[in-house]
């Protein structure tokens, strides 16, 4: 433990609402530098814990049907009395997805008591322990425990995972303008409630307001938030990572034979540039040549019905078989419209494989030495780009080395390590400055 961490110990509250791995990964590094104070979050699987051991007495099949799901809900890092534990929103989520397509209006009312739910519980959580700082993960914090810490004094922390609310509303007029029928896709199978999308956009506006200090996965992310009037020094750029140990280059080399296999990993959905990819396959496939999709299908395809000759839709992937799927592919296609940092161009990485994205993608690709960066909805920028990786295998073999290479310079302790530090420095200049004032400058990284 460095010198800042040991004047901080056990002070740091995290809060974030899902299983993202960012989240996992700031708690393993706050708890590795003894910082951690508490991780507030949803259904946390403890394996020793009594919930476990009654759960394996009385139902070990459906335990053991359970076990992808329940070992992304858990990490031996974590230290499990560290943790409030929330089951309830994973059961309003159920709850929402359930009424979604009969009752918009019902699942808009319940997704709004669940996020105030959580915030309101975050804010007692809060109020109970006075942490020296807290650390939010996007949504979960604005209406009730920002302003509670602010009150007190307590800085706060915003992690955003995504990119700015106003880059998305420029995305959404754009795409409803030029590519209409494809707009209820936007989201892929979750229908698109532009009332509940204002009612998100404005906490997250908030949540930019209220924070002291912005981490932003990607440089792309954070140049938006300046054009847009947040200051450069309330942001520090933290990108994400791939764990290098399971996500690997095969261990044969990939065959000369003319054939070239494309990856698309993540929900099918316009968001993702599902319509440019589809188009920019359409000119450049041809025999050998193969396109995968990973990831959840829209049950009601529409317009993508017709795109499909040539592409292969895996589907859904457990987790644990996510690692084999990328090893097998030759190049790795993420035209993304609006992202935060999508953790799947990490994987890519670690797996050796070169990569077309576009900027908003917020992946570390660097143009030419690891893959190939397009303009967002340029269909012919995409299809040459995959067509150069294609019909070059002495390229793909040189940024394939690159990308592993990428990978490792971006593994999850580099993060551990970025988030401490950037908290540790914000306690540590807050406890010199008068409470309520911004911090000072500091350095972004990238």
């Known amino acids: ?265 993540g929900g099918v959905s316009q968001r993702k540039g599902i319509k440019y990819l589809l188009e920019a396959w359409a000119k450049v496939r041809r025999p050998g040549w193969r396109l995968q999709l990973l990831g959840p299908m829209p049950r009601r395809l529409g317009p993508l019905e017709g795109m499909l000759e040539g592409v292969e839709p895996l589907g859904r992937v457990g987790h644990p078989e996510m690692p084999a799927h990328m090893a097998s592919a030759d190049v790795f296609v993420f035209p993304s419209l609006f992202e935060g940092s999508a953790v799947v161009t990490y994987e890519a990485l670690a797996c050796g494989l070169p990569c077309v994205v576009t900027p908003e993608a917020g992946s570390v690709v660097r143009d030419g030495i690891e893959g190939l960066i397009v303009p967002s909805r340029d269909i012919d920028s995409l299809a040459r780009a995959m067509a150069r990786l294609g019909e070059d295998p002495a390229l793909r073999a040189r940024m394939s080395a690159a990308a592993r290479g990428r990978a490792q310079d971006y593994d999850w302790p580099r993060y551990h390590m970025a988030v401490t530090d950037a908290v540790a420095g914000l306690l540590a200049e807050r406890a010199i400055r008068p409470r309520g004032a911004r911090p000072a400058a500091t350095t972004a990284r990238g």
């Open 1 to 265: 433990m460095d010198a800042p961490a040991r004047m901080h110990r056990d002070c740091v509250v995290v809060a974030c609402p899902d299983a993202r791995p960012p989240a996992y990964q700031a708690v393993v590094g706050l708890a590795r530098a003894g910082m951690l104070k508490r991780f507030v979050t949803s259904y946390y699987h403890d394996p020793d814990g009594a919930v476990a051991r009654i759960a394996r007495a009385l139902a070990p099949a459906a335990y053991d049907r359970r076990r992808g799901f329940l070992a992304r809900r858990h990490d031996v890092e974590i230290p499990a009395d560290r943790v409030a534990s929330l089951p309830s929103v994973d059961l309003a989520l159920k709850l929402e997805s359930r009424v979604g397509g009969r009752s918009p209006g019902l699942r808009r009312a319940a997704g709004k008591a669940r996020t105030h739910w959580f915030d309101r519980r975050l804010a007692g959580i809060l109020a109970a322990s006075r942490p020296g700082a807290l650390l939010a993960f996007s949504d979960v914090a604005s209406g009730f425990a920002m302003p509670w810490c602010r009150r007190l004094g307590i800085p706060v922390v915003l992690s955003m995972v995504h990119g700015d609310v106003r880059e998305e509303a420029r995305v959404l007029e754009v795409e409803r303008a030029a590519a209409p029928e494809f707009f209820p896709l936007y989201l892929g199978d979750s229908s698109l409630d532009r009332a509940e999308m204002a009612w998100l956009h404005a906490r997250r506006l908030r949540d930019l307001e209220r924070a002291d200090l912005i981490l932003a996965p990607s440089r792309h992310i954070a140049d938006v938030l300046e054009r847009e009037g947040v200051g450069r020094e309330r942001v520090r750029v933290i990108p994400y990572a791939a764990d290098c140990r399971r996500f690997r280059p095969p261990s044969r080399p990939r065959p000369e034979d003319g054939s070239c296999t494309f990856l698309f990993a």
